[in-house]
């Protein structure tokens, strides 16, 4: 293809133009523009985002793999002739992030969503797509119905980014019942059951009872709602949490009551028990959903980190300062032992030049976040006991911002850390010296009382100088 250009876009076409017409087009006025039509023209499908385009390595050929935005690698012909193949879809996966994985409870088969607005099936057993449905909205969880709701194992829920929870269910249009090892999409195919909204945000979890008799869905909007399923998803009402809904848990089979587990993002937990379903059929006099009056109990998780290094700290200080205290007496007793009043004086002065010397560091701070340490998941472990991940609970403070501006440059603080390293080594040299004069000292002391006790004709005098 020499003497052309190609082009993608996002529009997801691809378009082959003359190279010389373009180098050698004369602009007609000052615009700059230049409009001219391609010599070929390929819309590769509705709804493809083309991204970029690479030639496959095979020689004398004129087959592309061009990348779609939306997630999927197309191949294409770009031979524009009779026999021209059309555009084959090599892969499709999701654009971005997967939000929600569930997998089926009867076979081999699994259901994605993402925010690229589409909710895929995909078959273990011959690692194929067996079929996807777009909607307008990304779904932001999903949640594969347990048998004892649906014993066909055929139906999905799924949440999404606009508070919507729709109710899905996966078929075969050939009228099979087992989808495992087909390599065929159109074997498979995905229909809308039910839909339904009871949240203003993205939905976040999605959770069964124990029983399969209640749904309950959480939402960044601060509430969780329930659901009647055995009389297709009536409404029961909804409470309202502190803080944005991330995962709901209903207690397994093992505990004596069933309890909804409802964690928050910013470290709130709350403990709900099942809501009462109202038998009456008519409730369009009901003015509102809300459960005023359900029991509900609190948990709240703050970082305690700081404080308990805070009290490590005094405990350490502490046991320095008795061991301190311990020399120090033994010390006192040893000089009053040798030197009577002397000694004491001796003690009281050492006490007075360790006094200026010393300064105690300052506790460290209390630190507690600002924003709590988002709960990332949690379990119950027994009954009346439960598990939670925190995020970010080794998080350090926020440093201090440079307001002064006098302080030091990088180069000035380097100078002055070693100015103050050799200040230390000087001031270290110092107080060893000063051991070493009062050992002398000491010594001194012993001579004179040495001296004293001795006969008048043999002791020293005290005008010759000993120094």
Known sequence: MRGEVITVGSDGCVRIWDFETIDTADII????????????????????????????SETGNNFWLAQDANGAIWKLDLSFSNITQDPECLFSFHSGAVEAVAVSPLTYLMATTALDCSVRIYDFASKTLLTQMKFKQGGTALVWVPRMVNFTGAEIIVGFE?????????????????????????????????????????????AYERDGEILATGSKD????????????????????????????????????????????????LEAPLPTINLEEDDHDVVSYEIKDMCLKCFH????????????????????????????EERRNKL??????????????????EEEE????????????????????????????????????????????IEDPKAYS????????????LMKEVEEIKAQKREQIKALRTEFCKLLEMNEELPTHMQFKRTVSLI
């Open 358 to 401: 010393e300064e105690e560091e300052p506790l460290p701070e209390i630190f507690i976040p600002s924003t709590p340490s988002p709960i990332l998941c949690g379990f119950y472990s027994e009954p009346g006991k439960f598990w939670v991940s925190l995020f970010g609970i080794e998080t350090e403070p926020i440093p201090e911002d």
């Open 301 to 328: 998780f703050s970082s305690v980190k700081s404080k308990i290094l805070r009290s490590i700290e005094i405990e350490k200080r502490e046991r320095q300062r008795k061991l301190k205290e311990k020399i120090r």
């Open 222 to 269: 601060q509430t969780v709602f329930f659901f009647e399923v055995e009389r297709d998803y009536k409404p029961i009402g909804y409470i309202n949490t502190p803080g944005p809904v991330c995962q709901l848990m209903w207690s397994p089979m093992s505990h004596l009551e069933s309890t909804l587990l409802i964690i928050c993002e910013n470290g709130y937990i």
């Open 162 to 206: 606009d508070g919507v929870v729709r109710v899905l269910e996966l078929y075969d249009p050939k009228g099979l019942t087992i989808f495992v090892g087909r390599k065929k999409i159109s074997d498979a195919d995905i229909r809308l059951k039910q839909v339904f909204k009871p949240h203003t945000a993205r939905v976040t979890a999605l």
């Open 29 to 56: 006025d000052e615009t700059g523009l230049l409009e001219i039509e391609p010599i070929n023209e390929l819309q590769v499908d509705k709804n493809v985002n083309l991204f970029s385009m690479t030639k496959m």
């Open 410 to 421: 990088i180069e000035n603080a380097r100078r002055k850390r070693e100015h103050d390293k």
């Open 336 to 353: 009053a032992a040798e030197m009577g009043e002397d000694g004491e004086k001796e003690f009281q002065e050492e006490e007075e030049e």
